[in-house]
């Protein structure tokens, strides 16, 4: 990565505003009305330069193909002169602080929180899609923070945060940003969780999960057809992602947001758990979370919870086992049992941990092995 | 000068025309199914109505000036009239499976771009012939004033049978088809002389299929859902969707409420509610039925005032509810009562401890009438000391853009000119909370109040507060809400339907979100004064050279975009001053039709046309704009309103036909007059509702319009040796 000195002076200005006692002063400065930070001009990491001064990106399956001072799908990646720069590094535009059920992991770190960042851009286009205003932006059209990886490390220090979660729009799209961060708050004892659709390329996956400690897919649906429809993208990369994932050792959780009508066949669901069992494992998380109308769909009406509890229902039943439903407060749904005596282990309210009974990662019980990031 | 139309000696205009009559109860009726038909699909905003209202106009304009200069013949009136008769059921089916055509799904959002090719093509098939026929009745059954007066008569009767009759009693479709049915016996017997068998029958069986198809083709038009329940209320198209356990309200499209839905039933009224715990009188303007009234009465001393505009919203979802929210509806401490929220406001005597706003965010005027200073301090009058006001609209959790910033600023600085503490809630909605004593967004505050009450909530709790309420969350949107640009909603300059309009166009990503924003940054005074310069240049060149043409189509097309103008600018202030605009919709329509029919009455009645007549009445319609301007501030009885449109529509009749007389007396000329008339009244249907009514605010719009109407005064004072052929007819019904 290069950095010359004009943005070497703007980082570090940034940083030490962020560094200072509050971060209330630099949220007015970013707050005043229309004012937008300057992108970024990092080269990329993931691109082939190919002849006429044209460059094809590899960060995610669309492989998109650019002439001199196009840009890609994403909105926040461009080709000038034959070199592919990431307008988004350091341009944070969205921070937060979230209970980390809220991404929801719930087999990571339970009860803490995960200082939330995001910058604009998305590699696909959800109908649904809850972050819009940014994932649908691009970079110039959102008012961001300068904030470099060490400052994003020292925020999230700041506010007691054990990891930081790279959410909101697709990481993938400010995959250098993401990277560097983790590698710098790994030095700090921070660990990084990423919340991803799981469009992105065997190749950038594999060095990304070296440097995170865990990563939740939003599996949009078991269908082509849905990807096609309300995504405009493709279950198989995404099926590929979860497969090296799973298979790399770093923690993975599953999240399927069930749309009434849409994505919510039951044979879907039990074809998608048959999948995971054989190709994920067992004990990966599923989350069957609440469609609430939004952005494009936002007339639809929300998700019947007797419909979450068929699908979870469908799961257990295929041998996933650890299956939980999402944004109904005070479902037992929300509860991890014991795969072994189907002891509650930990009890949730909401984002709230009412207990977590879980010991050295395993149930009290039975003594069988409850498989996470419990420290 | 070609020769005129024989004149009946003592025809007045009195004496029928049916076809006229026809014409104009069929096109009166269709326009009005149209709109309730384009609300149903696409939700009715005013960019919406605009839109529908400026294609059709535009169409009805091209077909009189098309047909203007074709021969007529008797057949060819009713030849059109049945054309269109058989393509109307085909144009509404179409309109019904708009959003089949487009794969878009029932609900799903919809950007201009679809709603206006829709418009455009269907007031194509709709209104093209229409205009013709008007033309070729004139030229066959004229004179033409008396074909204008019968047209103004059946738009008038069309009104008052729609609303009156139909509405009430039939779906849209329904009350469509028995129109449809009726014109085409009407075609039959009085004006097809051939007596076309054919073409009546097919008539007659296109629209009993289309009757008796209303229902099964809004059950397909909802695939994948499962429509259970539809009705054509006075206010809107309802439908009732069931998915497993729950069923989904909507109302014109929009999505009124979800049952059960614990999570919007709770944000809608606890924040308000924690804030005051020991609320005694709580008011509730809407969303009722969703759980809100269930949640209010949790509170063990609440009292409960729930105000609900159309009783079908309620009483559709009734048999789904579970057993427990319809005893909330059987609780003494509950008062339902039916009425207009902002109306209940002005006249109870009560004084409450919360006032709770559960509407729609104010994306039409309708329900902008509930977001404004005006209403603000009514609500404020109304509270006990120290009272607490609320209401919620769609915001976004993790990111502010500038166009939702702008809105929710707007929404801030509203607030703060009626209450000295305001407090934002953030989240996908934002809840407001406004009073003259303390507030607290503090989760700390807010969960040992939940704690105390022993409260059994599920989504707003001590568990999930912290995280909502995060200071960083919270200092995010104070600031992005503290450092937008200010602005009031009021009454008289409605910005914040505009602001969401924005905000919809972002959301499709279509150009208009942009164009709009354009606008926006331009001075109100500019937005305005560069149209009236142009205008001026306009009349200045086209006198000077002495472009006939040009020449006497302008006072016809000023004349069409004035009273278009003023009737849609008097609606807006009707509705934001006594609302229940769409029950009386028709008193009022029908005020100005007959308005309308009885001047050009008076104008068929004038012995001879001479050119200072039709300066006096430009001269009148000057003074009338001006003196609704000074009116506008005050809050007169609902007859004064209506006493305007009157005026409006009857000057508008006198000036068509005297001006028809002098500018278009040639029958080959016969409908340009009408086709100027309606495109001017298409020029001012597109974009001043939705447009320069919220940006620049009714009083300045009239002071223009009067302004515009001086301009054309003068043109008329200064160029009548330019404009008028020496030798005048004598005689013009």
């Not at chain 1, 209330?24 to 001009?41: D, K």
């Not at chain 2, 075609?187 to 051939?194: E, G, M, Y």
């Not at chain 2, 472009?547 to 278009?564: C, E, I, N, Q, Y």
């Amino acid at each position: 990565m290069s950095m010359n000195r004009r943005t070497f002076v703007r980082t570090a200005g940034a940083a030490g505003a962020v560094l200072g006692a509050d971060i209330g002063p630099a949220l007015r400065r970013l707050y005043a009305f229309g004012q937008t930070a300057e992108l970024s001009h990092v080269e990329a990491r993931y691109y082939k330069r190919l002849p006429d001064r044209e460059v094809e990106c590899d960060l995610c399956p669309r492989r998109c193909r650019l002439g001199d001072k196009e840009r890609g799908y994403c909105g926040v990646r461009q080709n000038d002169g034959g070199t592919y720069y990431t307008l988004v590094y350091g341009k944070a535009c969205s921070v937060n602080v979230d209970p980390i059920e809220k991404k929801p992991f719930y087999h990571v770190l339970p009860g803490t929180d995960a200082l939330s960042i995001a910058t604009a851009g998305c590699n696909v286009h959800c109908k649904f899609c809850q972050n819009w205003e940014i994932s649908q932006a691009r970079p110039e059209q959102v008012q961001a923070f300068d904030l470099p990886p060490k400052a994003v490390a020292d925020t999230a220090a700041k506010y007691r945060c054990p990891t930081i979660a790279y959410t909101y729009s697709e990481p993938t799209v400010f995959y250098e940003y993401m990277y560097d961060t983790s590698v710098e708050a790994r030095r700090q004892g921070i660990r990084s969780v990423v919340v991803s659709g799981g469009h992105i390329n065997p190749e950038p996956l594999e060095a990304l999960i070296k440097v995170v400690a865990a990563i939740k897919i939003d599996l949009k649906a078991f269908n082509e057809d849905f990807y096609k429809t309300y995504v405009r993208g493709e279950l198989k990369p995404v099926l590929e992602a979860v497969k090296i994932i799973a298979k790399s050792g770093t923690w993975l959780e599953i999240v399927y947001l069930v749309i009434p009508t849409l994505n919510d066949s039951v044979e879907d669901i039990r074809k998608m758990s048959r999948w995971i069992l054989k190709d994920v494992g067992p004990d990966v998380p599923v989350h069957f979370t609440r469609f609430h109308p939004m952005y494009l769909i936002k007339n639809l009406p929300p998700t019947p919870i007797s419909t979450l509890e068929k699908l979870r229902q469908a799961a257990l039943e295929e041998g996933i086992r650890f299956v939980y439903t999402g944004n109904i407060p005070g479902h037992e749904g929300e509860n991890t049992y014991c795969p072994q005596c189907r002891k509650m282990v930990i009890e949730r309210r909401g984002y709230e941990i009412v207990r977590n009974d879980v010991r050295q990662g395993t149930c009290p019980s039975c003594r069988t092995r409850i498989p996470g990031i419990w420290a | 000068m070609s020769k005129l139309p024989d004149q009946d000696p003592g025809d007045l205009g009195l004496r029928l025309s049916p076809a006229g009559f026809i014409l104009g109860l069929l096109a009166a009726s269709f326009q009005v199914f149209l709109l309730r038909e384009f609300s149903a699909q696409f939700f009715g905003n005013e960019l919406v109505f605009g839109l529908v209202l400026a294609a059709w106009l535009f169409w009805g304009g091209c077909g009189s000036l098309w047909a203007s200069g074709k021969d007529s013949g008797s057949k060819r009136a009713s030849s059109f009239f049945f054309g269109v008769l058989l393509l109307a059921p085909a144009c509404f089916a179409v309109l019904r499976f708009s959003r089949p055509i487009l794969g878009l799904l029932p609900g799903e959002w919809v950007g201009l771009g679809p709603i206006l090719l829709f418009a455009l093509v269907l007031s194509f098939f709709l209104n093209f012939p229409l205009g013709a026929i008007f033309v070729f009745t004139a030229k066959t059954d004229g004179p033409l004033g008396r074909v204008y007066l019968w047209e103004s008569a059946g738009a008038a009767a069309g009104g008052l049978l729609t609303y009156f009759v139909l509405i009430p009693r039939l779906s849209n479709w329904q009350g469509l088809a028995l129109v449809g049915a009726a014109c085409a016996a009407a075609v039959f017997i009085v004006l097809d002389r051939r007596r076309t068998v054919s073409s009546f029958s097919l008539a007659l069986v296109a629209w009993t299929a289309f009757f008796v198809s209303d229902i099964p083709s809004q059950a397909l038009s909802w695939r994948p859902f499962d429509l259970v329940r539809t009705k054509d209320s006075l206010y809107g198209k309802l439908h009732v969707i069931r998915t497993a356990e729950q069923i989904t309200v909507y109302d014109n499209a929009m999505r009124v409420y979800s049952y059960p839905d614990l999570a919007t039933a709770e944000e809608s009224v606890h924040f308000a509610l924690l804030q005051r715990p020991e609320a005694g009188r709580v008011l509730l303007v809407g969303g009722g039925a969703g759980g809100s009234v269930t949640e209010i009465l949790k509170y063990p001393r609440t009292e409960v005032e729930y105000v609900e505009l159309d009783p079908d919203i309620i009483r559709l979802s009734e048999p789904f509810r579970s057993e427990t929210e319809n005893a909330s509806f059987r609780n003494p401490r509950l008062r339902l009562v039916f009425d207009d929220g902002r109306t209940f406001l002005e006249k109870t005597p009560e004084v409450y401890d919360v006032i709770i706003l559960n509407l729609p965010e104010p994306a039409t005027a309708q329900i902008n009438r509930f977001y404004t200073r005006e209403f603000f301090l009514r609500a404020r009058a109304k509270l006990a000391a120290g009272g607490v006001f609320s209401f919620r609209v769609p915001s976004a959790e993790n990111y502010i853009r500038p166009e939702l910033q702008r809105f929710l600023s707007v929404m801030t600085g509203t607030l703060r000119q009626a209450f000295p503490e305001v407090k934002v809630v953030p989240g996908d909605s934002a809840v407001f909370l406004a009073s003259s004593g303390p507030l607290t967004v503090d989760p700390e505050d807010l969960s040992a109040a939940l704690r105390r009450l022993g409260l059994k909530t599920l989504f707003v709790t001590p568990e999930r507060l912290p995280a909502r309420l995060h200071s960083l969350r919270i200092e995010a949107l104070r600031t992005k809400v503290d450092a937008g640009p200010p602005g009031v909603n009021s009454d008289l300059h409605p910005v914040s339907y505009f602001f969401n309009a924005v905000l919809w166009g972002t959301q499709t990503s279509g150009p208009e979100a942009r164009v709009l924003l354009f606008l926006s940054r331009i001075p109100p005074h500019w937005l305005l004064s560069a149209p009236l310069a142009a205008f001026a240049v306009f009349l200045l060149v086209i006198g000077w050279r002495k472009k006939r043409a040009a020449m006497s189509a302008v006072p016809l097309a000023l004349m069409g975009w004035t009273t278009m103008a003023g009737e849609i600018m008097i609606l807006i202030w009707y509705q934001s001053l006594y609302g229940a605009l769409y029950r009386q919709v028709a008193l009022i329509l029908t005020t100005f039709m007959a308005g309308l029919a009885l001047g050009a009455l008076a104008g068929a009645k004038r012995g001879r046309f001479r050119h200072r007549q039709i300066v006096r009445l430009q001269f009148a319609l000057f003074l009338l704009v001006l003196a609704l301007r000074l009116v506008l501030g005050a809050r007169p009885p609902a007859v004064v309103p209506l006493a305007f449109l009157f005026l409006f529509g009857f000057l508008g009749g006198d000036f068509f036909i005297v001006s028809n007389a002098l500018f278009y007396g040639g029958k080959d000329q016969t409908g340009l007059g009408y086709g100027w008339d309606l495109l001017g009244s298409c020029a001012a249907s597109v974009g001043l509702s939705a447009i320069l009514v919220p940006l620049v605010g009714l009083p300045l719009l009239f002071l223009y319009l009067a302004l515009a109407n001086a301009c054309g005064w003068l043109f008329l004072v200064l160029g009548r040796k330019r404009i008028i052929p020496l030798s005048l007819p004598s005689q013009l019904g």
